[in-house]
C-alpha cells in the first residue's frame, strides 16, 4: 500500500468507514446512504455532495471499483486495497474500544 494512501484514509473518517462498510455488497451513492442512515439509527446521514465525492475520489484511489450501471446509477463495489484498508481501520476501532473498557482507569 502507498504511503500516500495510508496518510489520506488512516484513520479514515465516518463517512468514509461507512462508504467502504457498505460497498462489501454492489451498491450505489443513494442505496449507501440509506443503509448508514438505518445503521445507525438516522445519527449519520450522508449528503449527495459528500457521497459523491467520496465514491469519485475512492475510486480513483482504487479503494472501489466501478461495476456497472443499473437505472442511470452507478454501482460500486470494493476493491482488494479497499479490503486491506477497511480491515485497518476495524483493527484501530476495536482497539479503541477495548482500551475504553477494559475496566483500567
Known amino acids: 500500500m502507498e504511503d500516500r494512501i495510508r496518510r489520506v484514509y488512516v484513520p479514515m473518517t465516518e463517512t468514509g468507514f461507512y462508504i467502504l462498510y457498505c460497498l462489501r455488497d454492489e451498491m450505489h451513492g443513494y442505496n449507501i446512504g440509506q443503509k448508514v ?19 469519485s475520489k475512492m475510486e480513483k484511489d482504487g479503494l472501489i471499483r466501478f461495476v456497472r450501471e443499473e437505472e442511470k446509477r452507478k454501482l460500486y463495489h470494493i476493491t482488494e486495497l479497499g479490503w486491506e484498508l477497511l480491515n485497518i481501520e476495524l483493527r484501530r476501532i476495536e482497539r479503541l474500544y477495548k482500551n475504553t473498557h477494559s475496566g483500567t482507569p
Open 37 to 55: 442512515k438505518k445503521m445507525t439509527g438516522g445519527e449519520v446521514n450522508i449528503s449527495p455532495g459528500t457521497m459523491y465525492g467520496t465514491l
